[in-house]
C-alpha cells in the first residue's frame, strides 16, 4: 500500500503525493478509502467503466465523472424545421420551460434566424515595437498570410480559412495588437486559431522589432453572431388573470426592466443562458467560452443589458435576441464524448439538416430565447415558484425514499400538502406505506 498511502493531519486530508501519477481506477479507490464513500457517491460518479477511462483521456487526473441529466426540448419549430434539442442541466423546470415557450412561439410561427458566419478571431500583443509597425504589418499582409497556408489549407478545403488581418494600437496599454480572422466552419476552431496565431510570432516579431507578449483567441467571437427572432400572436399569451394583450405589454416593460436595471439584467440574462449553455454542454461545447461572449456582448455599450429585446406590434409580441455563439459539431469533446455524438444525432434527426456550427448556433439562440420567453411569462403572471416547488416536491419524494410509482404518489402528496421539507415528505411517505 506504500503507493497509496495517505496521511492526516489537524488542517485536512492529504492525498497521497504520487496521486496523479496512479491510475484513474487507483485514483479512485484511494479517495473512497480516504472519504470513505458510499456506494451511491463511488458508482454514481463512475457511471461505467468506459466512460472513466474516456474521462482520463479527457482530464489530467480523472477519478470519475459528473452525470448531469440530458432532457429533450421538444416540437421546436426553427427557420421551417422542427427540431428535438437535447438539454444537458441540474435545475428543475429549464427543459420544460424551453418546450413550453419553444412550442408557444412554434405554434405561432416560430423562429427564424440569420447569422455572421464561422469567423474566429485571435490577437496577438506585441510590446517594444518600432516605429511604424503597424503600416509595415498592413503593408506585409500577403506574406504573413503565405505563412497560414499550410496550417489553415485543410480548413481552406473545406471552405473556410484565412479571413484578414487588423491592426491597431492599445492606447491604455501601448500594445499593439494585431487581430487574425479565420473562418472555422463547423469546428469552434479554438486550436486552429491559436495554432495560427502561434504561427505569426516569429514573423511577427520580427517585422515589427518587439516582442510578443502573447497570442491567443478572443472567446468575444465578435464576427460570430447568431439571432433570432419571432412574432407570435397576442392573444396566445394569455396566461392566469392576464388576457394576451396585458402579458405582452407586461412582458415588454419586464425587458425594459432588465435593460436598464444591472442587476435585474444578470439574472434575465442567465435565464437566457439556461437554454444556451444546456445545448453546449449536452452537444460538448465550451460553455465557458459562450458564457463569457455572451455576458461581455451584454455589457458592450458600456452597461450591462438585457441580452434580449421585445415590443409589441399591432397584434403581435415580437421578441428577439442577437448573441456572439462561438460553437461546433466537430473538434474538441464535440463527437469524441459519446454523449455529445448522441445529443447531435437527436438534434439532427432531420437527415435533410447539415449537422453544421452555423445551425448548432441558429439552435441555441433560439433556444435561449424560449427559455427567455419562459421565465418571463412566468415571472409576470404567477411567478416562477410555482413550477420550481413542484419539481422540488419531486426532489424530496426521491430524497425521503419514494421510488418508480411511491415517487408520483408522494411528490403529489407533497404538493398537496405544500410543506417542502424532508421530514413532512418522510411522514407522508410513512402514511403512503400504511394506506396501502
Ligand atoms: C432561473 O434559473 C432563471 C430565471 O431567474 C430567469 C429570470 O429571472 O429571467 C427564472
Same mark, same amino acid.
Request: hydrophobic share 45%; proline share 4%; aromatic share 4%.
Given at each position: 500500500?506504500?503507493?497509496?498511502?495517505?496521511? !492526516?493531519?489537524?488542517?485536512?486530508?492529504?492525498?497521497?503525493?504520487?496521486?496523479? @501519477?496512479?491510475?484513474?481506477?487507483?485514483?479512485?479507490?484511494? !479517495?473512497?478509502?480516504?472519504?470513505?464513500?458510499?456506494?451511491?457517491? =463511488?458508482?454514481?460518479?463512475?457511471?461505467?467503466?468506459?466512460?472513466?477511462?474516456?474521462?482520463?483521456?479527457?482530464? *489530467?487526473?480523472?477519478?470519475?465523472?459528473?452525470?448531469?441529466?440530458?432532457? &429533450?426540448?421538444?416540437?421546436?419549430?426553427?427557420?421551417?424545421?422542427?427540431?428535438? $434539442?437535447?438539454?444537458?442541466?441540474?435545475?428543475?423546470?429549464?427543459?420544460?420551460?424551453?418546450?413550453?415557450?419553444?412550442?408557444?412561439?412554434?405554434?405561432?410561427?416560430?423562429?427564424?434566424?440569420?447569422?455572421?458566419?464561422?469567423?474566429?478571431?485571435?490577437?496577438?500583443? $506585441?510590446?517594444?515595437?518600432?516605429?511604424?509597425?503597424?503600416?509595415? &504589418?498592413?503593408?506585409?499582409?500577403?506574406?504573413?498570410?503565405?505563412?497560414?497556408?499550410?496550417?489553415?489549407?485543410?480548413?481552406? =478545403?473545406?471552405?473556410?480559412?484565412?479571413?484578414?488581418?487588423?491592426?491597431?494600437?492599445?492606447? %491604455?496599454?501601448?500594445?499593439?495588437?494585431?487581430?487574425?480572422?479565420?473562418?472555422?466552419?463547423?469546428?469552434?476552431? /479554438?486550436?486552429?486559431?491559436?495554432?495560427?496565431?502561434?504561427?505569426?510570432? /516569429?514573423?511577427?516579431?520580427?517585422?515589427?522589432?518587439?516582442?510578443?507578449?502573447?497570442?491567443?483567441?478572443?472567446?468575444?467571437?465578435? =464576427?460570430?453572431?447568431?439571432?433570432?427572432?419571432?412574432?407570435?400572436?397576442?392573444?396566445?399569451?394569455?396566461?392566469?388573470?392576464?388576457?394576451?394583450?396585458?402579458?405582452?405589454?407586461?412582458?415588454?416593460?419586464?425587458?425594459?426592466?432588465?435593460?436598464?436595471?444591472?442587476?435585474?439584467?444578470?439574472?434575465?440574462?442567465?435565464?437566457?443562458?439556461?437554454? $444556451?449553455?444546456?445545448?453546449?454542454?449536452?452537444?460538448?461545447?465550451?460553455?465557458?467560452?459562450? *458564457?463569457?461572449?455572451?455576458?461581455?456582448?451584454?455589457?458592450?455599450?458600456?452597461?450591462?443589458?438585457?441580452?434580449? %429585446?421585445?415590443?409589441?406590434?399591432?397584434?403581435?409580441?415580437?421578441?428577439?435576441?442577437? $448573441?456572439?455563439?462561438?460553437?461546433?459539431?466537430?473538434?474538441?469533446?464535440?463527437?469524441?464524448?459519446?454523449?455529445?455524438?448522441?445529443?447531435? @444525432?437527436?438534434?439532427?434527426?432531420?437527415?435533410?439538416?447539415?449537422?453544421?456550427?452555423?445551425?448548432?448556433?441558429?439552435?441555441?439562440?433560439?433556444?435561449?430565447?424560449?427559455?427567455?420567453?419562459?421565465?418571463?411569462?412566468?415571472?409576470?403572471?404567477?411567478?416562477?415558484? @410555482?413550477?420550481?416547488?413542484?419539481?422540488?416536491?419531486?426532489?424530496?419524494?426521491?430524497?425521503?425514499?419514494?421510488?418508480?410509482?411511491?415517487?408520483?404518489?408522494?411528490?403529489?402528496?407533497?404538493?398537496?400538502?405544500?410543506?417542502?421539507? &424532508?421530514?413532512?415528505?418522510?411522514?407522508?411517505?410513512?402514511?403512503? =406505506?400504511?394506506?396501502?
Amino acid at each position: 500500500m506504500a503507493d497509496t498511502a495517505f496521511s !492526516l493531519n489537524d488542517e485536512a486530508i492529504e492525498l497521497p503525493h504520487n496521486f496523479r @501519477k496512479l491510475s484513474a481506477r487507483r485514483k479512485r479507490d484511494v !479517495l473512497a478509502e480516504i472519504l470513505d464513500l458510499s456506494d451511491d457517491e =463511488r458508482f454514481s460518479s463512475l457511471a461505467s467503466e468506459d466512460l472513466l477511462d474516456l474521462a482520463d483521456v479527457m482530464v *489530467e487526473s480523472a477519478v470519475g465523472v459528473m452525470p448531469v441529466p440530458l432532457g &429533450i426540448a421538444s416540437g421546436i419549430r426553427i427557420d421551417n424545421r422542427v427540431y428535438n $434539442i437535447p438539454m444537458a442541466v441540474e435545475e428543475p423546470s429549464v427543459v420544460a420551460a424551453a418546450t413550453y415557450a419553444g412550442r408557444l412561439v412554434s405554434r405561432g410561427g416560430g423562429f427564424h434566424t440569420s447569422t455572421t458566419g464561422q469567423v474566429m478571431t485571435a490577437q496577438v500583443a $506585441i510590446d517594444g515595437y518600432q516605429p511604424g509597425a503597424d503600416a509595415r &504589418i498592413r503593408e506585409a499582409e500577403r506574406d504573413l498570410h503565405a505563412e497560414l497556408v499550410e496550417i489553415l489549407g485543410p480548413m481552406t =478545403r473545406r471552405g473556410g480559412g484565412y479571413r484578414g488581418i487588423d491592426v491597431s494600437v492599445n492606447p %491604455e496599454s501601448g500594445l499593439l495588437v494585431v487581430y487574425l480572422h479565420v473562418d472555422t466552419r463547423d469546428a469552434m476552431g /479554438a486550436n486552429i486559431i491559436n495554432t495560427a496565431a502561434e504561427a505569426l510570432r /516569429a514573423p511577427l516579431e520580427r517585422l515589427t522589432g518587439g516582442t510578443v507578449l502573447m497570442a491567443i483567441l478572443t472567446n468575444a467571437a465578435p =464576427r460570430r453572431r447568431a439571432r433570432s427572432s419571432f412574432a407570435i400572436p397576442v392573444d396566445r399569451l394569455s396566461r392566469g388573470p392576464y388576457d394576451g394583450e396585458t402579458m405582452a405589454q407586461r412582458i415588454v416593460r419586464a425587458n425594459e426592466f432588465a435593460d436598464t436595471d444591472p442587476l435585474r439584467a444578470v439574472t434575465h440574462n442567465k435565464g437566457v443562458m439556461n437554454g $444556451i449553455t444546456s445545448l453546449a454542454l449536452a452537444t460538448g461545447n465550451d460553455t465557458r467560452a459562450i *458564457e463569457a461572449a455572451a455576458h461581455a456582448h451584454a455589457a458592450s455599450d458600456g452597461r450591462y443589458r438585457a441580452l434580449t %429585446e421585445y415590443r409589441v406590434d399591432g397584434d403581435h409580441l415580437v421578441g428577439s435576441l442577437e $448573441i456572439p455563439l462561438a460553437v461546433g459539431t466537430v473538434g474538441g469533446a464535440v463527437g469524441f464524448h459519446p454523449v455529445t455524438s448522441f445529443a447531435l @444525432k437527436v438534434l439532427f434527426l432531420d437527415g435533410d439538416v447539415e449537422p453544421s456550427a452555423d445551425r448548432l448556433s441558429r439552435v441555441a439562440v433560439s433556444l435561449g430565447l424560449a427559455q427567455n420567453l419562459a421565465a418571463l411569462m412566468a415571472l409576470v403572471s404567477e411567478g416562477i415558484q @410555482k413550477g420550481h416547488m413542484r419539481q422540488h416536491a419531486r426532489r424530496l419524494a426521491w430524497k425521503a425514499g419514494a421510488r418508480d410509482e411511491e415517487l408520483q404518489e408522494l411528490a403529489r402528496r407533497v404538493w398537496d400538502n405544500g410543506t417542502f421539507n &424532508i421530514q413532512t415528505a418522510q411522514e407522508l411517505l410513512h402514511a403512503l =406505506r400504511a394506506d396501502g
